[in-house]
């Protein structure tokens, strides 16, 4: 087994168990260094508009290329737009470009070169709220083997499907009384009549990472029904105002 697929399964049968976002992005950089990328984005998408940047939900050395890229709204001439549309996945920006050239894009494919990003491989998934999330990483050489390309869309989708699930935890930090901040949050709307996808929609979580804080509210609060634990959080002040 090459060095490159030991740290890839390594990756994949190690990176569930980790419980912070912290320790996941380490992990994944060092299994990308083994491929000869050095940098990535992980973002949730809604629109491929140019106003539209996407949620950043993990990213390393990729923060100069973004501010240029939204800037100089490239994403009005990128090509890779429109293979993200179609929802292609496991591609990388020599197949884009050999695949149908875009002379109006050769100074963004040049602009990248010359920041130390040659190539990129991109994968992308459905979000949990129906969104898409695109993972871009890049490499200062041009060329991936072949060979080696199912391994990398592996262990890519399974990153950023854990970073979004830890991001969205990592949100939920100590409030007030017994209840985290988003505990406190979800049991308010809660009680507005809001269902665990409107919730989510609002506070840009998964319905199941809603009623993931519901259920600990409850426990928390002794209270067997979500009604009884807005009850509850209601007469001990511990609802946020939303």
């Known amino acids: 087994m090459s060095s490159i697929e030991a740290r890839s399964w390594a990756f994949l049968s190690e990176a569930p168990a980790h419980r912070d976002i912290e320790t996941l992005e380490a992990h994944f950089r060092r299994t990308l260094a083994a491929f000869g990328f050095d940098r990535y984005c992980c973002t949730r998408l809604r629109g491929l508009e140019a106003h539209e940047a996407p949620t950043v939900v993990s990213r390393h050395g990729f923060e100069p290329w973004d501010r240029r890229y939204w800037r100089e709204r490239y994403i009005e001439q990128d090509p890779c737009a429109t293979w993200i549309a179609d929802s292609r996945t496991g591609f990388t920006w020599t197949d884009v470009r050999e695949a149908a050239p875009v002379a109006t894009a050769q100074a963004m494919w040049s602009e990248a070169a010359a920041e130390g990003m040659s190539n990129a491989f991109v994968v992308q998934m459905p979000g949990p709220l129906g969104e ?111």
């Open 132 to 242: 898409k999330i695109i993972l871009r990483m890049t490499s200062p050489s041009s060329r991936l083997s072949p060979q080696h390309r199912p391994l990398l869309e592996g262990v890519g989708v399974v990153f950023a499907t854990l970073a979004v699930r830890l991001r969205e935890l990592a949100g939920d930090r100590p409030g007030p009384g017994t209840l985290t901040r988003r505990e406190g949050q979800c049991l308010a709307w809660a009680a507005k009549g809001k269902s665990d996808w409107e919730i989510g929609a609002i506070l840009d979580i998964s319905p199941k990472t809603v009623n993931h804080h519901v259920e600990a509210a409850k426990r928390k609060l002794d209270c067997p029904t979500r009604i009884q634990a807005v009850t509850a959080a209601l007469a001990c002040g511990l609802l946020p105002k939303v």
